[in-house]
């Protein structure tokens, strides 16, 4: 593997000017080093040899320690909000200005990028199509629940809680939305629901470096709680015996849309706690949409009223 650092440092990530590669940088294998890949994934259970005991394991958190995708890693450079180990490349790889963008941020970063054989991203990616782009960062950190509830004096709480969700392109998809449509917290049950994987990350764009996010052990004690804070709970089920686009006034005040997961909908334990269950109206022959497709309509349903305000 080949060190090497970016060119001159970038803004915000805008695209740069011109398309070849920039004379500044280090030139492919100035500063070459071997390095081993960095492991990812959740604390291991270690066995003390002596008694033969396992050591107890902290809660699995949001993860996301590998990034996959051209957008996700320059979203994880511009954000900042989480420590970047270092970013494998292809050597191989186009000379795109999003690529430009990249080695710029992580020059100005100290953040050093690998040259390695195509092949060995692909065999390293857990996404289909990591873009001959992996970094491997910290673990995305979880937003505090209580200070989801209170909002800010000028921004009432607008949260979107997941329900078993746990198809991965799906939860990046609705992640997407959120972001787009200005949700101040996503609410995610501890189990059940699938966290931040490299696929998540990549369908998401980078929105999860932008999105609050906070695990809950259990999401109708959390209702619960949001209801105490005078948060309105509203569902999203095909049973609902109103419509999404007559929730009205709620939108303007602090609201959680909760979304339930492919398949089954929302849990019984989950419906029974909302203030109201309302559902998309279907005028076609198919009976529902997935769930990053409601997420998209039911925040900017949100949005859109607040947007009148």
Not at 34 to 59: E, L, N, Q, Y
Not at 64 to 69: H, P, S, T
Not at 278 to 295: D, E, K
């Amino acid at each position: 593997m080949a060190a090497r650092r970016g060119g001159t440092p970038a803004g915000r990530g805008g695209a740069a000017s011109g398309r070849g590669r920039h004379s500044g940088k280090a030139t492919r294998g100035a500063s070459a080093r071997t390095s081993k890949p960095v492991r990812v994934g959740g604390p291991r259970r270690m066995i003390d040899d002596k008694k033969g005991v396992k050591a107890p394991v902290k809660d699995k958190g949001l993860g996301g320690e590998q990034v996959e995708g051209r957008q996700a890693v320059r979203e994880l450079l511009i954000a900042q909000r989480r420590k970047v180990r270092e970013i494998w490349m292809a050597a191989d790889i186009d000379t795109a200005p999003i690529i430009e963008d990249i080695e710029e941020l992580a020059h100005a970063q100290r953040v050093t990028i690998l040259e390695v054989p195509r092949r060995k991203i692909e065999d390293k990616a857990r996404s289909e199509a990591p873009q001959g782009v992996i970094a491997f960062a910290a673990e995305v950190p979880e937003a505090d629940f209580g200070e989801m509830l209170r909002g800010t004096k000028s921004v009432r709480p607008f949260l979107v809680a997941v329900d078993g969700v746990t198809d991965p392109g799906n939860l990046g998809a609705l992640l997407r939305c959120c972001d787009g449509a200005g949700v101040t917290g996503v609410v995610l049950p501890k189990h059940r629901t699938v966290h931040v994987t490299p696929t998540v990350a990549k369908a998401a764009a980078g929105a999860v470096e932008h999105v609050p996010m906070s695990l809950v052990s259990g999401l109708p004690t959390a209702i619960n709680q949001m209801k105490a804070k005078g948060i309105w709970v509203v569902g999203l089920d095909d049973g609902g015996k109103d419509s999404l686009f007559d929730i009205g006034k709620l939108a303007a005040e602090g609201i959680c849309i909760v979304l339930g997961a492919e398949g089954s909908g929302l849990s019984r334990l989950v419906k029974d706690r909302c203030d109201t269950v309302v559902n998309i109206p279907m005028l076609g022959q198919v009976s529902s949409l997935n769930v990053s497709a409601a997420a998209a309509l039911a925040t900017y349903e949100v949005a859109r009223v607040r947007l009148q305000k």
